[in-house]
């Protein structure tokens, strides 16, 4: 058995080892196609598109990349607005929503009383309302969202892969622990300010960036691997010893 073994040991090494070497041959022989795999290797996991089309290549990602200046920041400016409005002042949304609502009535009480002395009409008065598609678009994307990451739970739950479901335990317990910091407000507006700086902050140093992860994902594959092989080592150690035993 034990002959048995270390034949199957060597044959395995042995293959192993002209692999390799076939692999080095054939780099060493195509160092265009090297670079080219070295290249797309070190382009965020292999990515191919462009950050403009992995955020839909649409208004959204004109929007997230900051293509139009104007509105990118109109945006940002009324997120920080609504953000200091109800965590640094304490507004609540009962007293924002009334406050907003007597300014509107206010407008449009003086604009009709100027339109009686011009001796106008009062149907020129502005009057605000809200199309129902925004609400049905909102409500369904939103919908949507939930809905899928309500599924890839239950998935990660249901697939019997105890590292992913290890790995989704811990952000939700790390998303746990932040929720005791700061309030639900505070962690939208995080996301919504990352949302907006960090992509077109990637797309600027898009290289530097990708070559820092690329080396950093290099110097946690060979720590995992050393721990790995020492793990497995002892494991394999451990059962060479009880069936020994027995």
């Known amino acids: 058995m034990s002959k048995n073994m270390e034949n199957v040991a060597e044959n395995l090494i042995h293959n192993i080892v002209e692999t390799v070497t076939d692999t080095i041959q054939h780099q060493t022989s195509n160092p265009e196609e090297q670079n080219r795999t070295s290249a797309r290797v070190k382009k965020l996991f292999g990515r191919q598109k462009t950050i403009h089309r992995i955020f839909g290549g649409g208004q959204s990602a004109d929007l997230l990349l900051w293509r139009n200046k104007k509105i990118s920041s109109s945006v940002l400016t009324c997120a920080t607005a609504i953000w200091v409005l109800f965590e640094w002042l304490n507004y609540h949304f009962l007293t924002f929503l009334a406050f907003a609502l007597f300014v509107i009535m206010l407008v449009q009480f003086g604009w009709s009383n100027i339109s009686v002395v011009l001796n106008r009409s009062t149907t020129q008065v502005p009057r605000v309302a809200i199309p129902q ?33 290890l790995v989704v335990a811990a952000s939700l317990w ?64 451990g059962n060479l010893k009880s069936k020994k035993g027995d």
């Open 133 to 165: 598609d925004v609400f049905v678009n909102v409500a369904t994307s939103l919908g949507a969202q939930i809905n899928q990451f309500l599924n890839y739970i239950q998935d990660v739950a249901c697939e019997r892969n105890l590292r992913q479901f």
């Open 174 to 237: 790390a998303a746990a622990i932040v929720g005791t910091w700061c309030n639900f407000l505070t962690v939208i507006y995080v996301g919504f300010v990352c949302a907006h700086t960090l992509p077109v902050v990637y797309e600027k140093y898009e290289d530097e960036i990708d070559e820092f992860l690329y080396k950093l994902l290099g110097q946690v594959q060979d720590r995992y691997s050393k721990v790995d092989v020492s793990v497995l080592s002892k494991l394999s150690r």
